[in-house]
T-cell receptor, first 110, second 113 residues
Framework: DQQVKQNSPSLSVQEGRISILNCDYTNSMFDYFLWYKKYPAEGPTFLIS?????DKNEDGRFTVFLNKSAKHLSLHIVPSQPGDSAVYFC?????????FGAGTRLTVKP | DGGITQSPKYLFRKEGQNVTLSCEQNLNHDAMYWYRQDPGQGLRLIYY???????QKGDIAEGYSVSREKKESFPLTVTSAQKNPTAFYLC????????????FGNGTRLTVT
């Protein structure tokens, strides 16, 4: 039973444009949400997070949006760069129990 | 230089053998985790531990065992009871309490033939 879902396995965007990655969750107890970036044969690296008391958090080119009523979060990358090409995982946590989505492979074309 | 060390990077075993994957952290984190990554399935939680001598099962704990005798170490044993052990295994740690991102090691690729 996947509690965190990323329904798009891949996304391709042009350099300079916006990348939007989406994530849905089912467990209303989750109160902390994160995005990770992963390259092959490496561990994921933390990108940005948001707590359930907020609906937006911004860090440079990366913005995470949280819609609690829809149990949906998204990651916006503006402008997208070729170095952003990687697999992006969303994660949701409650009381240190953290669950991940299946990942979305982002390709940013020059 | 703080971090999480998983060793070895690649591990090969024969079917029917138990194998233990090492995970050590020097970040002084209380919580530690084991995840398994399979193609198209993301990261699935095997076990996690919030404090020494205590741990909880994740979604796919069957066929695995862990111990947490020291704060710095959280070894994972893949037993012969695990039906599909070939996978990429990731260890992570985090500060205790709420709202702490996980810090991951670089993983161990286990191949069982």
């Amino acid at each position: 039973d996947q509690q965190v879902k990323q329904n798009s396995p891949s996304l391709s965007v042009q350099e300079g444009r916006i990348s939007i990655l989406n994530c849905d969750y089912t467990n209303s107890m989750f109160d902390y949400f994160l995005w990770y970036k992963k390259y092959p044969a490496e561990g994921p690296t933390f990108l940005i997070s948001i707590s359930s008391i907020k609906d937006k958090n911004e860090d440079g080119r990366f913005t995470v949006f949280l819609n609690k009523s829809a149990k949906h979060l998204s990651l916006h990358i503006v402008p997208s760069q070729p170095g952003d090409s990687a697999v992006y995982f969303c994660a949701a946590s409650y009381n240190n129990d953290m669950r991940f989505g299946a990942g979305t492979r982002l390709t940013v074309k020059p | 230089d703080g971090g999480i060390t998983q060793s070895p990077k690649y591990l090969f075993r024969k079917e029917g053998q138990n194998v233990t994957l090492s995970c050590e952290q020097n970040l002084n984190h209380d919580a530690m985790y084991w995840y398994r990554q399979d193609p198209g399935q993301g990261l699935r939680l095997i076990y996690y531990s919030q404090i020494v001598n205590d741990f909880q099962k994740g979604d796919i704990a069957e066929g695995y065992s862990v111990s947490r005798e020291k704060k710095e170490s959280f070894p994972l044993t893949v037993t012969s009871a695990q039906k599909n052990p070939t996978a990429f295994y990731l260890c992570a740690s985090a500060l205790s309490g709420y709202n702490s991102p996980l810090h991951f090691g670089n993983g161990t690729r286990l191949t069982v033939t």
